[in-house]
């Protein structure tokens, strides 16, 4: 059975050593009707970049699995790396279906947690097979499974692996995900369940965004005591003032010693819009949704050569040790996500 809470546990920064990076591939057309096609290509180029650098397992059912080796092989991809689990899913956002993993204190004992998910809201039912997907990894990897009675997608958060937590008011707080917990409630359970100290809140997130406002598109630790956040320099644009009150707010970020947070500002794109009576009038672009792996950063990019090369040259820099690798996200995000939002980093 599943114990209530972790003790001694925490949830490290994603540039800590990996083990492996989970995606849920895009095997349900009826989720994605006009771009199925092009993820599976956008997958397979995805999966085989990661498999470079480290294990890519895979959740998608037993009789897609040798499409998406041949995909992933098409890209170059190192197969020997890729791990394949007969793990349906509703939908391809592992960030916020997918467990949230911790390593234990002292040992280094790497377990998962489970977390209620209800689609952003019950906004795109069914999710049955998405809300599953934390227990069968479980069981897949004989791995200790601790549950939470609480609404949590993995993209709401970010952590610097030393105690502190940051997220938004917009998605935690939110009326559609936990109704009945009061903010304490919530930063009780994320503290119990995470292993973070402290919890510290932006307001809301960018134009479009199916989420509500998730932390992943917004503002990102790059360093203990540094985050990435995203501005936007046309005070007529939609987000100015939204990304302009959460930089304001980050000035009293602080580390669990103390310490200011540096905040490194980086550009948005230029708005993304979608064809005509789409659900968005917006897509929710950013160059924020990037990926950490061992080797790499996987860096969203939207065909706007200045705006991302600007994305990649700062990203870069903040991670200097590794390669910084540019991924073409515009139909992607089309859907509602990026390279982040897709993805779920396991501790090694």
Known sequence: MPSPHPENYFMPAEWAPQEATWLSWPTNKASCPETYEH??????????????????????PAATHHAIRLLVMDEEGDLSQLELFDNPTNDVWCRDHGPIFLKHNETGEVVLTDWKFNAWGDKFPPYDLDNQIPERIADALKMKRFVSDMILEGGSIDVNGKGVLITTEAVLLNKNRNPEWSKKQIEDELKKMLGVT?????KNGIAGDDTDGHIDDITRFVRKDAVLTMVEASSSDANYKTLNENKERLQDLRTTDG???????????TPLTPKKDWRLDRLPASYANFVVLNGA????????????????????????????????????????????????????
């Open 39 to 60: 993820l599976q290509e956008k997958f397979g180029e995805i999966a085989g970049w990661i498999s470079q650098h480290q294990k890519v397992r895979i959740n998608a």
């Open 198 to 202: 402290s919890i510290f809140w932006l």
């Open 259 to 269: 310490e200011r947070v540096d905040i490194i500002e980086l550009e948005m794109p």
């Open 297 to 348: 950063v996987l860096v969203p990019t939207f065909r706007q050569k200045k705006k991302d090369q600007k994305a990649l040259g700062v990203i870069g820099e903040l991670f200097p040790a590794r390669e910084i690798i540019p991924i073409e996200c515009s139909k992607l995000v089309f859907e509602g996500g990026a390279l982040h939002c897709i993805s779920q980093q396991q501790p090694k």
